[in-house]
């Protein structure tokens, strides 16, 4: 029986566009990384290197510190809006009056653009003018004096931690919540006929069951953390010095600002390669625990 070639002429246009926007950059940057094309200049003979901007970029200090501090940050928040996204999503996995509404209220934060976001806490962590100020030092009394908390090296990169869990927090909520919502109800009226606690039907039960929906969410937020740019360049533009200066934003420097763009594509394929080797592992763990 011939198969009619009638649906493949209607996937043509999206296979065209994803070749398009997606591999043909990453093949092209792929062949950048390994000659010396360095833009605005010219000058200098566009010849194959082999590794050597790798090479460099592994003997590159400010990229290698620029790498932990991304490894601090992708640790710090992940973690944080995990543990904040699981209890919100515990609260809200019953029936109450206005759950709708508080959950809506909730994901605002998740809808609102990240430059928009980047300006709003550029306004609230004013040293001068900020609420925020006025909330710790004159409310609470946690400091004595006004906190610059994006002109400060000690303080810079947890504002920018606090941003982020502030803004995906919600979206680690949503799909945890999503994965409550759909463990069934049988296995818990079994435990509480055996008189399971409230911790032992979490640890057994809600925690196992809900792996799937954790795994996913960890998943999108570490690839999304690691890629962590737009809120560095609004509230401190790497700085104070470089305090904040993580991997994404040291690649843009590179490319963007000194135009070392073959060094920097082999900076960004160093940072996929860690991205991929730390979803690798966090998926063999995950696997391997839901297997016990």
């Known amino acids: 029986m011939r198969r009619s070639l009638t649906p493949y002429f209607f996937l043509f246009p999206a296979i065209i566009t994803i070749l398009a926007l997606t591999i043909v950059p990453l093949v092209y940057s792929l062949y950048l990384s390994f000659i010396n094309y360095e833009m605005g200049r010219p000058h200098i003979e566009i010849r194959f290197v082999g590794l050597q901007n790798y090479i460099t970029a592994i003997t590159d200090m400010r990229f290698l510190i620029a790498l932990l501090r991304t490894f601090l940050f992708v640790g710090v928040v992940v973690s944080c809006e995990f543990v904040l996204g699981l209890i919100l999503a515990l609260a809200l996995n019953r029936n109450f009056r206005g759950r709708n509404l508080v959950i809506t209220l909730l994901t605002i934060p998740f809808m609102v653009a990240p430059v928009a976001v980047g300006f709003i806490w550029w306004t609230i962590l004013d040293a001068n003018y900020g609420p925020m100020n006025h909330l710790v030092v004159d409310f609470l009394h946690l400091a004595n004096d006004k906190i610059s908390w994006t002109g400060d090296a000690n303080v810079a990169l947890f504002s920018i931690m606090l941003v982020d869990i502030w803004q995906y927090t919600p979206f680690m909520m949503l799909i945890l919540l999503a994965g409550l919502r759909s463990i069934p109800a049988e296995p818990y009226e079994a435990a509480l006929i055996d008189g399971a606690s409230g911790f032992t ?22 690839i999304d953390s690691f890629k962590i740019y737009d809120l560095v360049y609004l509230l401190t533009y790497g700085g104070p010095g470089t305090a904040t200066e993580v991997a994404s934003f040291y690649i843009y420097l590179r490319g963007f600002k000194h135009f070392r763009i073959s060094y920097a594509a082999a900076l960004s394929y160093i940072l996929l390669m860690i991205s ?17």
């Open 201 to 222: 039907l979490f640890r057994y039960i809600t925690l196992p069951l809900l792996k799937p929906a954790i795994l996913v969410a960890l998943l999108i937020r570490i």
């Open 276 to 292: 991929a080797v730390a979803i690798t592992l966090l998926i063999n763990i995950i696997r391997r625990g839901t297997r016990r």
